[in-house]
């Protein structure tokens, strides 16, 4: 219309069309679409209307449209008309009424004479009269006085009591309308009315809705009267009496009319309040019960909500729902609540807590009525919860689930059921709670809670307003119901739905649980389904209702984003992106850090590629702009190296699913992405590379034709990468690329009999022509047959296969791109990179074969001009093109070109360059295998003869060493004889040894014995590091068995040479093989430990040092097994070294500085720590040997290793000859090195008090001995004495741990006694002397001799005391008293002569005690007796004091004793003191002595008994001094006259002659104290 503005009408130009078009837009510029009015405003103006009253009434006309908007426009817009110009008021108001009254006629249906209906009803025109309500309501504010009372009289009765429901609904709102506006200027006319109309109503349910609009219009009159005006009460009375009326409506009306009017009626509220609660709690009537509630209801919201409390209405009903035997007070009060939740709203809800238990109760009534009345409660009390109410009540609700009784359950599940008719905002927020907690329910054991959650979930779906869901709703209640069977159909039912509508959120609160247990189930299927429907959900519905439900569907999104199943995964990934574009990606704070972490993790490929996927999905959901933003990072993140190489993949499959994700949007990001797939292509991981493939077939399949010149640079370029994996995946996109492009497969197998087999055609060919251009063809395909070459053996099965797939046929083509192919062949060989010249030196073969010999004329001038090349890298492709050739060429032509080969290959073995040698060397290999032993005589000499050339030195030796590296076999016996031959070339011999193999082994030996003798020239010369280091280049070229023996056997059979020098050498040597060699040589071990160990006491440092180090190298190698196996070995080794000792008591290499016997030490520790009880015994008594030959300075780096092991191993349970060794062990370290143990103090001490209790002797005497050590280093020696001098007095009952403690002691104190504190000195006198008179021998001996060594550390008052009560008393009856004196003045006379003897008075008593003891006759008495005699004698010769005589006699008087024991003694006395006095004198004894001794011994050795005849014998050979000469006896023998004489002459003939010859006895020891 508004483009035909200047055609249209006006009433001036066609006053019929013109005002029609008028009210048309009248009309329209009031209609409820706000366009419609513009667009007629607009049109309005421009026409310039003015508006004539005269179209009211036209206008009215169509107020009865079957349309409801336009209905609602004419209204509006005869009132504008009528508010302009009110003349017509009446008129309209009457051509209403008429309209109504004839659009109130219903034609009656037509019957025939039987009454049958031939003609059915009129239709009921209902619209158009509620068109007329409509404009009546609309016309309210316009009525006069008159026509209020008219429009009143219309309503009442006749238009309130419309037939259609609808028309009586709007026609009471216009009389409320009516009343609002002008009711209180007319309540006196009004009013009678309505009473009258009230009172006359037929008492019918028909006229119920008409008694309903009376009592509204009588309510709203009221609201206009005074407070004080006396017609409020009665009206208020009438009102109240309606409530009887049995019709919800009416008792609805009363209840909202009541609140405005109580406030007029307060001082009759208590009593109206008490009236309805007894009508509400007694009356039979249902009707009246349900009037009251209501009534009670208005009156509350009237009075306020504090009126519950003041007029005690909640007690009341509390106290009538709680009565269980009477159902009506019961079902009253739940009408009261019902109606109280109603009617306040939200100021209810604070009673609603209090409420809810007997609501819950009230749900299993016995009674039906009650039931019924607590399901209406509860709906009306959902219905008005706020959020608030909601968080109040839903906990209370949930938590009565939780109940053991099924009542309460069903009660709960009931209300659960009716928080369905919440308000939507509150439904929407508690729906996600509540559905779950139902589906629960209905796995409950009880029939009546399953039915009763069934039930809650049906009023579920009785709310959803989605008429799509409302018509599933029965499947989805089936899957919620029997999820295992029926959750695959519900899924498959959503799926098949078309929604048209939006999904609301009961809808939601069924679909979710379905959903969120669908996508935990095991079927793939399931799983997918509701991936998908939640990608959907997101489209159709509000994203607030779906929001609950994320952290219940997240986590299986998560658990099918890892799913193994690729279509799973697929699904989830696209769910998230429509959850992020429909939510936005403030919704997933957390689903974005998760995905990263995912697709970084090193759980498995599956969990990154659904990680990508998903992100991938995220971010296309995002946009563009967000993708833009990431990218950079990616491919960043993606090139590092310095990542674990599971990231990178993480990041290189974003690479596989962003280009599907945004199409060609993609296309401007495919460049700079492509050189991080290829660098996957290479990376070390096969997973990465993987990855890296998939992503670049993605790329191809993808922009394949729309990215051409981005994608085949990078490719052509991979094509020629140093890296193999980025070169075969290079060739296999590329295959992609040209399949592509070609239209064909690359699928199939293409393998044939012959590499140039085809199976391209002469169409693809053109359609990469066309595609690529004829240039960029010949490239490729020439890069292509280049790889078919290539040193990587899937680099050639790719190109190869691709080629096949590609070219129709292989010579043409070869032919097509030879000169392209040739330039490439030329760069690559003069190229820096060897794989590329390698490639290129193939290919050249390949094509020499293919093409024929005609082209090697051709070819071989241009390599040997290459070779004069500057470029090393293109000399050294032309000697990796020479060598391809002569693989490929026939012998023949080899031959036929060897003048010129040969030269060129001694040139490129002597070359410059490392590279270049390395691969002339192999260029001699195939001129060898061609041309055969020409090739040695022609090449070889001539770099021999450069060796001698300091200019061509170097470059010569590498090139022999290039050769022997493959031609070890031929070359290493021709040139050996000549390397060796004086001077040793050792320097070229150990280069040659590194690359021989298995040809060393025949050689090795006449290697080694070179480089002995060289090296041993060298040693102490600055050239000495660099021959050794030549030495170690051979030995670690062994590989073989034979090879390790030959080195060993050679070395050994060095070691024994004469020359130190050659010694050293082989040493070191073989320090050197044991270190760096790889191979095992333990079968030689025990050679090998023999032959180094022995060298330990040599007397060249040289050889001292490189033993050492050999030792020490051979048992670093070791594992723990081994060295304990070793030990015995070693201790044998140990002890031929020291018996080979020239003089000393130290092997010189164990005592070098800053090495010791550290080079031993790991062995000894092994097998004292992890050995067995016999190996443990042997390593202790090995550590002690190599011990007692290192000196205190060198052992001190190992003291500490080794003193824990042997205290550790000492501690635990072990047999006594393990013990025994222990400690035997640690008393030679105390002696070598006691000071440096003073850390281990402690340990010690507690440990040798706990191995004098032991129970074997054995190990207390060895525990003894060490004691006597430690007190020698102790800083507390108090605390040692007062540990013993206890453990005497504790151990009386065992006499053998006593004795041992004792001898500890008198060990102790001969070695520390100037330690000893006064308080424990006198503990441990009275200790000793005490039990001087014990019965027991052993004991009383030993305590008798720690009674000796006491007195030197006593001062002169106790020593005293203790000589002349212990010592010199001889008169004591009492034997063993007797005795004990005897052993302690003879260990007196022993250890503290000069303390017993500082007293010159005593000297003459000591020797009255001792001739008393000689002459007694207890054997055991005078046999210290004669031992204190013999120390006493000992003490005056080393003092050149003249002999006692009386001590002399009395030796010759004892040796008359009827002991044997006795005679014995005196023999070794005599002995004893001949050996002092020959020591301290040549003359010997004296001659007066010897006068009386000789004939003693005479008489000794004529003795029957063999031990004093023996005795007397040696002591005889010792006083003449027969050992030195016979002078002596030649002195004697005259002066010794008579029958002594003789006897004297027949001993020494017949006896002391032959003793002589035996070798000299071991010396007696006199001190039999000392235990053993």
Known sequence: MAEMLDALPTPDTDPELGNALMKRLWIARVDTDEPVQKAADRIWEDLGLELDPSICESVLMDVVSDIECIRHSVAVAVCKILEQDSIHLDAVLQLSMNIYQERLYRAPPVLDDLGRVIEVEGVDQWRAREGIAILLKQMAPFLTPTSVVTLINFYVPNALHDRDHRVAV??????????EHHGKANVQSLLPILEHTLTTLPDSASYDIVKLGVVVLMGNLAKHLDKQDPRVKPIVAKLISSLSTPSQQVQEAVANCLPPLVSAIKDDVSELTSKLLLLLLSSDNYGERKGAA?????????????????????????????????????????????????????????????????????????????????????????????????????????????????????????LLGAM???????????????????????????????????????????????????????????????????????????????????????????????????????????????????????????????????????????????????????????????????????????????????????????????????????????????????????????????????????????????????????????????????????????????????????????FAETSIELLLPELEKGLFNENWRIRLSSVQLLGDLLYKLSGVSGKGSTETAHDDDNFGTEISQQVVIKMLGVERRNRVLSGLYMGRSDTALLVRQSSLHVWKVIVSNTPKTLRDILPTLFSLLLACLASTSYDKREVAARTLGDIVKKLGERVLPEILPILEVGLASEDADKRQGVCIGLSEIMKSTSRDHVIGYSDSL?????????????????????????????????????????????????????????????????????????????????????????????????????????????????????????????ELGYCIAVVQSVQTEPAVRTVIDESLRLLSSKEERVQAASAMILNVFCKETKMEYEDYLSQLFRATIGLLSHSDIRVLTAAWDCINSIVKRLDSTKCMMQVPTVKQALRYAVADLKGGSVLPGLCLPKKGMTCLLPLFREGLLSGAPELKETSALGLSDAIKVTSADALKQSVVHITGPLIRVLGDRYGPTVRVAMLETITVLLLKCGPMLKPFLPQLQTTFIKALKDAARSVRLRAAEAMAQLIVIHMKADSVFTELNNSIKDYSDDSSVRETFLYALRLC????????????????????????????????????????????????????????????????????????RSVALFVALKESYGSLLEDGDNREAVIEVLLSHSSSDKVSVAQFGLRGIAMMLEQDIRASTSLDKRLVISVKTAMKSESNDVKQLVAHVIELVSRVANHCSQEGLEESVSKIWIPTLITGAKEKNSAVKASSEYALITLLQLRKSDDCYKKYLPIIDGPKGELLLETYNKNLKRLLKLAEPKEEVLDVTLLK
Not at 629 to 636: L, M, R, V
Not at 929 to 952: F, T, W
């Open 902 to 1026: 040969i030269p060129t290959v001694a040139k490129a073995l002597s070359d410059s360059e490392g590279s270049v040698r390395s691969a002339a060397a192999k260029t001699f290999d195939s001129l060898h295998a061609n041309i055969g032993l020409r090739a040695l005589d022609e090449v070889l000499p001539n770099l021999l003869e450069k060796l001698n050339d300091e200019s061509q030195k170097e470059y010569a030796l590498d090139g022999l060493q290039q050769v022997m590296a493959i031609k070890s076999q031929a070359v290493l016996p021709y040139l050996v004889p000549k390397l060796t031959h004086p001077p040793v070339n050792t320097k070229a011999l150990s280069l040659l040894s590194s690359v021989a193999g298995h040809a060393l082994d025949r050689e090795l030996h006449k290697i080694l014995q070179a480089l002995s003798g060289s090296l041993a020239s060298k040693l102490g010369t600055p050239d000495e590091d660099e």
């Open 1309 to 1380: 104190l001969t070695g520390g006694s100037k330690k000893m504190g006064a308080a424990i000195r006198q503990e441990v006198t009275k200790t000793i002397t005490g039990l001087m008179g014990t019965a027991e021998d052993s004991v009383r001996t030993t305590n008798a001799a720690a009674l000796g060594a006491l007195l030197g550390c006593l001062p002169s008052e106790e020593k005293s005391d203790v000589i002349l009560s212990h010592l010199l008393d001889k008169n004591d009856s009492n034997w063993m008293i007797l005795h004990a």
């Open 294 to 414: 209501y009534g009670l209801a208005g009156l509350v919201k009237g009075s306020g909500i504090l009126a519950l409390k003041q007029l005690d209405i909640m007690t009341t009903l509390t106290t009538a729902v709680q009565n269980k035997k009477n159902a009506k007070e019961r079902e009253g009060a739940l009408f009261a609540f019902e109606m109280l939740s109603m009617m306040l709203g939200r100021l209810f809800e604070p009673y609603i807590v209090h409420v809810l238990p007997h609501l819950l109760l009230c749900f299993g009534d016995s009674n039906q009525h009650v039931r019924a009345a607590a399901d209406d409660t509860a709906r009306a009390v959902m219905s008005k919860l706020s959020a608030h109410g909601v968080k109040l009540v839903l906990p209370l609700l949930l938590k009565a689930l939780q109940e053991d009784q099924w009542r309460t359950k069903c009660g709960s599940v009931e």
């Open 420 to 702: 369905a008719f919440c308000a939507p905002k509150q439904l929407s927020a508690c729906l996600p709670q509540i559905v779950p907690q139902l589906v629960d329910v209905l796995a409950d054991s009880h029939d009546k809670v399953r039915s009763a959650g069934a039930t809650a979930l049906q009023h579920i779906g009785e709310v959803i307003k989605n008429p799509e869901i409302q018509s599933i709703v029965p499947v989805m209640l089936e899957a919620l119901r029997n999820p295992s069977h029926h959750t695959t159909k519900c899924l498959q039912t959503l799926l098949d739905t078309q929604f048209v509508h939006f999904i609301d959120a009961p809808s939601l609160a069924l679909i979710m649980p379905v959903v969120t247990r669908a996508i935990e189930d095991r079927s793939t299927e399931t799983r997918k389904m509701a991936c998908q429907i939640i990608g959907n959900m997101y489209s159709l519905t509000d994203q607030k209702d779906l929001a609950p439900y994320l952290p219940n569907i997240m986590p299986g999104l998560k658990k099918s984003l890892v799913d193994p199943v690729p279509e799973v995964r697929g699904m989830s990934a696209r769910a998230l992106g429509a959850m992020v574009r429909g939510i936005g990606e403030q919704g997933f704070e957390d689903l974005q850090p998760w995905l990263m972490a995912t697709l970084t993790s090193d759980v498995n490929t599956v969990n990154r590629s659904g990680a990508a996927q998903g992100l991938s999905e995220v971010i296309g959901a995002l946009g563009i702009d967000k993708l833009k933003q990431y990218i950079s990072d990616i491919i960043e993140t993606a090139n590092r190296s310095d990542i674990p190489p599971y990231v990178r993949d993480g990041y290189i499959m974003m690479f596989i699913y962003l280009p599907s994700v945004f199409g060609q949007g993609f296309t401007q990001f495919v460049g700079p992405i492509l050189p991080t797939i290829l660098k996957a292509l290479a990376d070390e991981s096969e997973y990465v590379r993987d990855t890296g493939l998939k992503a670049g077939q993605k790329i191809i399949n993808m």
């Open 170 to 179: 709007t026609m009471r709102s216009a009389a409320v309308e009516l009343i």
